[in-house]
T-cell receptor
Framework: GQNIDQPTEMTATEGAIVQINCTYQTSGFNGLFWYQQHAGEAPTFLSYNVLDGLEEKGRFSSFLSRSKGYSYLLLKELQMKDSASYLC??????????FGAGTRLFVKA | EAEVAQSPRYKITEKSQAVAFWCDPISGHATLYWYRQILGQGPELLVQFQDESVVDDSQLPKDRFSAERLKGVDSTLKIQPAELGDSAMYLC??????????????FGSGTRLTVV
């Protein structure tokens, strides 16, 4: 079956760095996405990885290891507005995108 | 910035009634997706269109749900009859095409459905 695992909740302090992990087992792999979703709002695209390694985009970076079925999203210089759910999504075989349940991040002052 | 339009934003309906949601994707986006998101869970794909054709509806409860995209532009998702377990956020998303979405999907604001 298809499975994506993320921690349910994380808490971090404003100004700190937090790493949100994602492990996946899917039938086929055609890329991994991270989305941010504020409460009651739609997901917004953050990053895309298809090759192994680190992709950096401002305060956000995403890492992929295809052999380990593993990715992480790194958020630096945390701000209160970063409090949200972070969804890991895998584009599996047939280009079908499967979402994880999301990690709720709480940023405290 | 181009947006995916969805309506209504909120809908409250009684069990066994019919309900419909509308989505207008970004102009030029060939692929349209309907997702259902239950509170605390990730989005689950209900149906995927490529232009006017359904390419994946394996998770769509076809006894009560239907979806169409007649002219390959806007789309309607219908539930009849609605059940209590259908209470969720219904999200529409679009992308340029299958395998052309390396910048991810663009989601609409969603329709929050409550069945009472």
């Amino acid at each position: 079956g298809q499975n994506i695992d993320q921690p349910t909740e994380m808490t971090a302090t404003e100004g700190a760095i937090v790493q949100i992990n994602c492990t996946y087992q899917t039938s086929g792999f055609n890329g991994l996405f991270w989305y941010q979703q504020h409460a009651g709002e739609a997901p917004t695209f953050l990053s895309y990885n298809v090759l192994d390694g680190l992709e950096e985009k401002g305060r956000f970076s995403s890492f992929l290891s295809r052999s380990k079925g593993y990715s992480y999203l790194l958020l630096k210089e945390l701000q209160m507005k970063d409090s949200a759910s972070y969804l890991c999504a895998v584009r599996a075989g047939g280009f079908k995108t499967i979402f994880g349940a999301g990690t709720r991040l709480f940023v405290k002052a | 910035e181009a947006e995916v339009a969805q309506s209504p934003r909120y809908k409250i309906t009684e069990k066994s009634q019919a309900v419909a949601f509308w989505c207008d994707p970004i102009s030029g986006h060939a692929t349209l997706y309907w997702y259902r998101q239950i509170l605390g869970q990730g989005p689950e794909l209900l149906v995927q269109f490529q232009d006017e054709s359904v390419v994946d509806d394996s998770q769509l409860p076809k006894d009560r749900f239907s979806a169409e995209r007649l002219k390959g532009v806007d789309s309607t998702l219908k539930i009849q009859p609605a059940e209590l377990g259908d209470s969720a956020m219904y999200l529409c998303a679009s992308s340029l095409g299958v395998g052309q979405d390396n910048y991810g999907y663009t989601f609409g604001s969603g329709t929050r459905l409550t069945v009472v």
